[in-house]
Nanobody, 130 residues
């Protein structure tokens, strides 16, 4: 069983930056080489959408077109934590952001489609407003 805890959300002005964290804990393994990590977001009245993901080997990142060039992921294996760096934030980035994971060992593949994801955190609110 994998547990995910997000943090780092808050209020930021348009054009600003924010870094979200997704801390993972599992009884017998780390996320390195084991779990794909993805981030999803849901704005009020909208469907949840995939934003970005990282393959379990930590080498491949896929982006939604809406965040390409502005968002990126990094991973600290010692802390079992994935970071979502969000730059040039826009009003439409306002949403609850969730990290999610699914087991896919030694893979460079990841998807921002929801179906494979087995685990999800509780979410953190990001509000972009002037």
């Amino acid at each position: 069983q994998l547990q995910l805890v997000e943090s780092g959300g808050g209020l930021v002005q348009p054009g600003g930056s924010l870094r979200l964290s997704c801390a993972a804990s599992a009884a017998s393994e780390s996320i390195r080489d084991s779990y794909v990590i993805g981030w999803f977001r849901q704005a009020p009245g909208k469907e949840r959408e995939g934003v970005i993901c990282m393959g379990s080997r930590g080498k491949n990142i896929n982006y939604a077109d809406s965040v390409k060039g502005r968002f990126t992921l990094s991973r600290d294996d010692a802390k079992n934590t994935v970071y979502l760096q969000m730059n040039s934030l826009q009003l439409e980035d306002t949403a609850v952001y969730y990290c999610a994971a699914y087991h896919n060992p030694f893979s460079d593949f990841c998807t921002i489609v929801r179906e494979p994801y087995q685990y999800r955190g509780q979410g953190t609110q990001v509000t972009v407003s002037s």
